[in-house]
């Protein structure tokens, strides 16, 4: 997924950089990119009010694992491991050791080798071998229950995450947007040479650490396992997560989040209650008290009719516990073998639900789980009660095509002040709170930029006002912005931006 990193970046940063990827194999160098600069040593538990242990395990004389050791006082002894992508680093996951530590749970946020702090090459071997010396860390501390650890994987952190899993034990699993390694192997050619691609591909493949697939270990691994796909990422990913589901070992939750793109995305399309979510399953696999509502739902489906357009009717039961006559919000997905995705809504009440999916094709698997906090729609069943920040991420959503180009310089000079209008009528919809209005500064500066040029009074006006409102949405500690967007934002790309509107404003006009 694209990443937006902090713009200073130090030339022996680059230089450093290149020559790791210089002498790794070539597959690691593609599926493992740290950041140019680390954010972990950036962006610190510290910096948001949180105490914390600053790790380092030694490996040899080159290699380290370093990160943070988050407790919790009210834990009893309940631990999070937390496994980042292959394009972030401990800088990068705040936003996920920040709930779950505010939900109770100790967290143990680490950099693989060659990541943020950790010294050493990031290669894929070292991805998953250097994890023993990790998890014979965390069992040697007197605060860690080794029957109440979980994994929390992302991306290529998912993929090391089931691996230890299967070789290290845990009681629960969290993997979102868990990928194929093989899938991500495979060669790219221009068709010109297939016996080249056929050597490519067998290079690559012979790279691969034994067991890295998740098709692999899934069967082998029993513990409780929540799964995290989107309608939004990859199709070759959500695809591979399936596969896996499907042949996981133990009890396994899918979560389809509609509307959404590759993690942290649905920090904001389901803002509140993704963080509920995780920390439901967190608890109830973790001997806590919990309530009803999370019990994993169980689906059952069968064909119906064929319809006029070529489609087919899907009847889907839905089986649930529920407390009395209370219902639940139910929403239903289902992942094609073509990968696209089908919803429906539902009520859950005296522990049944029925609904019914038109569907091209016969599902790969249909899942179930309640929403929180739904709200009864006569039109729709039911609708989300989004918190704030997902309701202005949703409606500046239909704009990041156009605020992409325009960061690109590739906006053209006729749709700035429609894209300027677009913007002001969604804040006049949903108010953008702070975090977004930071977001943006770089774009209110750009189009601020071209408007002030304008020899129509109103414009130049106008963007005058926008430049100012660039300097005001600045945050004041700039390293721990982030945003989990479509294009997720780490640190402050947008600082350069601000700093033009700052000098154009603070310049005498002509």
């Known amino acids: 997924m694209p990443r937006r990193h902090p713009s200073t970046v130090a030339a022996f940063a680059l230089a450093l950089l290149g020559g790791c990827a210089a002498s790794r194999n070539e597959l690691s160098a593609r599926l493992l990119v ?133 070789t290290q034990g845990c009681q629960a699993l969290v993997l979102e947007h868990l990928p194929s390694v093989r899938a991500l192997a495979a060669p790219t050619h221009d068709g010109s040479s297939a016996l080249a691609a056929l050597g490519s591909g067998f290079a690559e493949f012979t790279s691969l650490p034994e067991e890295i697939e998740p098709d692999d270990n899934a069967p082998a691994v029993k513990v409780p396992a929540l799964f995290v796909a989107s309608d939004g990422e990859p199709v070759r990913d959500r695809l591979a997560l399936a596969r896996t589901f499907a042949r996981y070992g133990g ?81 239903v997905a289902a992942v094609l073998p073509d990968g696209s995705c089908a919803f429906a809504r539902t009520w859950l009440q005296n522990g049944r639900a029925r609904t019914r999916l038109s569907l091209a094709q016969a599902p790969l698997l249909v899942t179930a789980s309640t929403v929180p906090n739904a709200v009864p729609d006569d039109a729709r069943f039911w609708r989300r009660e989004p918190t704030a920040l997902a309701r202005a ?83 004041a500690a700039a390293q721990l912005h982030s945003w989990p967007g479509p294009i997720a934002t780490y640190g402050y790309p947008q600082a350069d931006a601000v700093e033009a509107a700052r000098q154009l404003l603070a310049a005498t006009p002509k």
């Open 393 to 475: 991420g949703a409606s500046i959503d239909p704009l990041w095509a156009r605020i992409d180009a325009l960061r690109n310089d590739a906006l053209p000079p006729a749709e700035i002040t429609p894209l300027a209008d677009a913007l002001a009528a969604a804040e006049a919809t949903t108010p953008f709170p702070p975090l977004l209005e930071a977001e943006l500064a770089d774009v209110w500066s750009r189009l601020g930029q071209q408007l002030r040029q304008s020899q129509d009074p109103a414009l130049a006006a106008r963007g005058t006002s926008l430049l100012q409102r660039a300097v005001a949405a600045a945050p």
């Open 34 to 166: 740290p950041p140019p600069v680390p954010l972990g040593e950036l962006v610190q538990p510290a910096d948001f009010g949180l105490a914390a242990e600053p790790v380092e395990i030694m490996l040899h004389s080159n290699a380290s694992l370093t990160g943070w050791w988050l407790p919790h006082p009210d834990a009893r002894r309940r631990t999070v491991v937390l496994f980042h992508d292959g394009d972030t680093d401990t800088g990068c996951v705040h936003p996920y050791y920040r709930f779950l530590h505010d939900a109770g749970f100790q967290v143990l946020a680490f950099d693989p080798r060659g990541f943020g702090r950790s010294r050493g090459e990031a290669t894929l071997q070292a991805w998953l071998h250097d994890l023993p010396a990790l998890f014979d860390w965390l069992r040697a501390r007197a605060d860690v229950d080794p029957q109440r650890i979980a994994l929390f994987g992302t991306g290529m952190g998912s993929v090391a995450a089931l691996w230890a899993a299967r």
């Open 251 to 331: 009890a396994a939750e899918l979560w389809l989040l509609a509307g959404t793109g590759r993690a942290p995305h649905g920090m904001l399309t389901h803002d509140g209650e993704y963080q509920q979510r995780c920390r439901a399953f967190l608890d109830r696999t973790l001997e806590a008290p919990t309530d009803s509502r999370t019990v994993p739902l169980r689906t059952t489906w069968r064909a119906g009719n064929e319809r006029r357009d070529g489609t087919s009717s899907f009847e889907v039961e839905v089986t649930g516990v529920t407390e009395g006559d209370t219902r639940h919000a139910v929403e």
